[in-house]
């Protein structure tokens, strides 16, 4: 789609949503890993629109995920994410309010971010609205076992064995995924080892609906603003649903680009646990599998060499050098390479 028909259907989703019409500027602007985001201005108002990363590989219905989401929070009376405006599902568009505010820079996070967080969390998880969850699609990648935690790693790691070496950084690529596979085999085997002597048989244990979770998935700083008044908004929810709550716990942490301080854990896990009748079982269930996420989290580092995952760098932003992005993803892998018995 080039921008002269971009520009007539994101108008069209513009008077959809009740937008003044004439004068309409669209402006692209940074967006995410995956999607290419635009600032529309109409009559002196601001929203944003989105326009959806779609490919056969790619099977996740990523607009519906998000818009499907933000009505569900809207509908919980939410007002941390932004509100949605409109969609056209087959064009892959969508308009979301526009939210003033800055990034939060990594170093910077504090006991009120992460309050702010796990408020968040728990507003979506309220009583009163999860009657409404079960209309959600699962999370990108839910899980509800121990055992499937486990099974989508190592399937992680085998795709990875698709790296293409015939270059510098595609070989050095190729030379980590084998320390990850030695870090994963010993990370695994301890589990293994505390499972069976604490609750044999608690691998293949799946969570039952009063212990699953409302995630927004893809969870943390890296994706929110603070807006002028101090207050948190957070975005991007196109792999939101319902998920185990020790996978939104792990992946809040393991994410790389805005790290939240270790020290934090246990009061985020303490806090947001507390949706569920078990929340103690449910938060030694989220330290316990913590190192299953930190690995996975490897893993995505590195998706950057995978053909797929290119294709979805080249359409979110044309212009990126990706051999200077596979290094600084290589990089990042390496330092967050989990030991075992270790972070």
Same mark, same amino acid.
């Given at each position: 789609?080039?921008?002269?028909?971009?520009?007539?259907?994101?108008?069209?989703?513009? !008077? @959809?949503?009740?937008?003044?019409? %004439?004068?309409?500027?669209?402006?692209?602007?940074?967006?995410?890993?995956?999607?290419?985001?635009?600032?529309?201005?109409?009559?002196?108002?601001?929203?944003?629109?989105?326009?959806?990363?779609?490919?056969?590989?790619?099977?996740?219905?990523?607009?519906?995920?998000?818009?499907?989401?933000?009505?569900?929070? !809207?509908?919980?009376?939410?007002?941390?994410?932004?509100?949605?405006?409109?969609?056209?599902?087959?064009?892959? #568009? *969508?308009?979301?309010?526009?939210?003033?505010?800055?990034?939060?820079?990594?170093?910077?996070? %504090?006991?009120?971010?992460?309050?702010?967080?796990?408020? /968040?969390?728990?507003?979506?998880?309220?009583?009163? %609205?999860?009657?409404?969850?079960?209309?959600?699609? /699962?999370?990108?990648? +839910?899980?509800?076992?121990?055992?499937?935690?486990?099974?989508?790693?190592?399937?992680?790691? *085998?795709?990875?064995? %698709?790296?293409?070496?015939?270059?510098?950084?595609?070989?050095?690529?190729? &030379?980590?995924?084998?320390?990850?596979?030695?870090?994963?085999?010993?990370?695994?085997?301890?589990?293994?080892?505390?499972?069976?002597?604490?609750?044999?048989?608690?691998?293949?244990?799946?969570?039952?609906? !009063?212990?699953?979770?409302?995630?927004?998935?893809? /969870?943390?700083?890296?994706?929110?603003?603070?807006?002028?008044?101090?207050?948190?908004?957070? #975005?991007?929810?196109?792999?939101?649903?319902?998920?185990?709550?020790?996978?939104? @716990?792990?992946? /809040?942490? +393991?994410?790389?680009?805005?790290?939240?301080?270790?020290?934090?854990?246990?009061?985020?896990?303490?806090?947001?646990?507390?949706?569920?009748?078990? @929340?103690?079982?449910? &938060?030694? =269930?989220?330290?316990?599998?913590?190192?299953?996420?930190?690995?996975?989290?490897?893993?995505?580092?590195?998706?950057?060499?995978?053909?797929?995952? +290119?294709?979805?760098?080249?359409?979110?932003?044309?212009?990126?050098?990706?051999?200077? =992005?596979?290094?600084?993803?290589?990089?990042?892998?390496?330092?967050?390479?989990?030991?075992?018995?270790?972070?």
């Amino acid at each position: 789609m080039d921008a002269g028909p971009l520009n007539a259907d994101i108008a069209e989703l513009a !008077a @959809a949503a009740g937008l003044p019409a %004439g004068g309409l500027r669209i402006d692209a602007c940074a967006g995410g890993g995956n999607n290419r985001v635009f600032v529309v201005h109409a009559g002196g108002e601001r929203v944003v629109a989105k326009w959806y990363f779609r490919h056969p590989s790619d099977t996740r219905d990523r607009l519906a995920a998000e818009y499907a989401f933000l009505e569900y929070a !809207a509908g919980c009376g939410v007002r941390s994410v932004p509100r949605p405006l409109s969609c056209d599902p087959a064009r892959g #568009l *969508a308009l979301y309010e526009f939210v003033e505010g800055r990034r939060i820079d990594a170093g910077e996070v %504090g006991v009120r971010h992460v309050d702010a967080a796990a408020a /968040f969390f728990l507003a979506i998880n309220a009583p009163a %609205g999860r009657a409404a969850a079960g209309r959600l699609p /699962f999370a990108s990648e +839910a899980c509800f076992s121990i055992a499937e935690h486990l099974a989508l790693v190592e399937a992680r790691i *085998a795709r990875l064995d %698709g790296i293409d070496g015939s270059l510098a950084v595609g070989a050095e690529a190729r &030379a980590f995924v084998g320390e990850l596979r030695v870090a994963w085999e010993g990370i695994r085997a301890g589990l293994s080892r505390t499972i069976a002597a604490s609750a044999p048989g608690a691998a293949t244990d799946v969570l039952d609906e !009063a212990s699953r979770c409302v995630s927004p998935s893809d /969870f943390g700083f890296h994706n929110a603003l603070e807006r002028p008044d101090g207050t948190l908004c957070f #975005l991007d929810f196109e792999y939101a649903g319902r998920d185990d709550p020790a996978k939104m @716990a792990g992946d /809040f942490f +393991a994410h790389p680009a805005v790290p939240v301080p270790p020290a934090l854990k246990d009061r985020f896990i303490g806090q947001t646990m507390a949706f569920a009748p078990d @929340a103690p079982a449910l &938060a030694a =269930r989220a330290r316990l599998l913590e190192p299953v996420f930190r690995t996975k989290w490897c893993c995505i580092m590195l998706n950057e060499f995978l053909p797929d995952a +290119a294709q979805r760098r080249r359409f979110a932003d044309p212009g990126a050098d990706s051999d200077t =992005r596979r290094r600084l993803q290589l990089d990042k892998a390496r330092r967050h390479l989990p030991r075992p018995g270790g972070h």
